[in-house]
């Protein structure tokens, strides 16, 4: 992946629309409405914000090597009166600076641009036991066409320009294997490609 803070800035700003579905999601997905989340990578900040809105039960930290991605979770938080239940911390994604099992919820948007076995360790490491991760790229299952449909062009462009890796079902399944947790973790293709991975 081509780190460039300004497409990637432009990606995460032309999502805000989607990350309340995506967070609606995770609520449905996880059964969750209250505890510790975990929004990891370049494209985070924007479902960890939409679940803190969504329910004050949540507390949520986000983690990259990007001052600029931490800044503009900041901002949005503050925007919609959360930023008390968020944290930020700068650092690489990929050995998480958590203790074992931190987290109640763990999401990676964007996740096929770095995915690697050692993240999905990482992940699994870090999730408590009942916890629920959700690693991928897509809109998710449950954002409506009127929503994806003025962005989607957009957004391939700069995707593209960032040098998205594409990912089939089997390459995942080969990358779960590898990092050893394929008996916790099943793919879907509802809403883009993601795995979901249990605590």
């Not at 059964?31 to 900040?45: C, E, M, Q, W």
């Not at 050995?95 to 074992?100: L, S």
């Not at 995942?172 to 795995?195: D, F, P, V, Y």
């Amino acid at each position: 992946m081509t780190r460039d803070e300004d497409l990637i800035e432009e990606i995460n700003t032309l999502w805000l629309p989607v990350y309340p579905f995506m967070a609606d999601h995770l609520l449905a997905a996880s059964g969750l409405r209250s505890g510790k989340i975990l929004d990891l990578g370049p494209f985070a900040g924007g479902i960890a914000v939409g679940l803190l809105v969504k329910s004050s039960g949540f507390h949520a930290r986000v983690i990259d090597e990007s001052e600029r991605v931490l800044r503009s979770a900041v901002e949005w938080a503050r925007g919609r009166g959360c930023n008390s239940r968020l944290a930020v911390q700068r650092a690489p994604v990929e050995a998480i600076p958590e203790p074992d099992g931190s987290f109640d919820l763990v999401t990676v948007r964007g996740a096929f641009f770095f995915l690697t076995a050692a993240l999905l360790r990482e992940v699994k490491r870090v999730l408590r036991p009942g916890g629920f991760g959700w690693l991928g790229g897509g809109y998710g299952p449950l954002t409506p066409t009127e929503v994806i449909a003025p962005l989607a062009d957009r957004s391939k462009r700069l995707n593209e320009d960032l040098g998205k890796r594409r990912m089939t079902a089997g390459e995942c399944q080969r990358l779960l294997a590898s990092a050893g947790i394929s008996a916790c973790a099943k793919i879907s293709t509802e809403g883009g490609l993601w795995i979901e991975v249990k605590g």
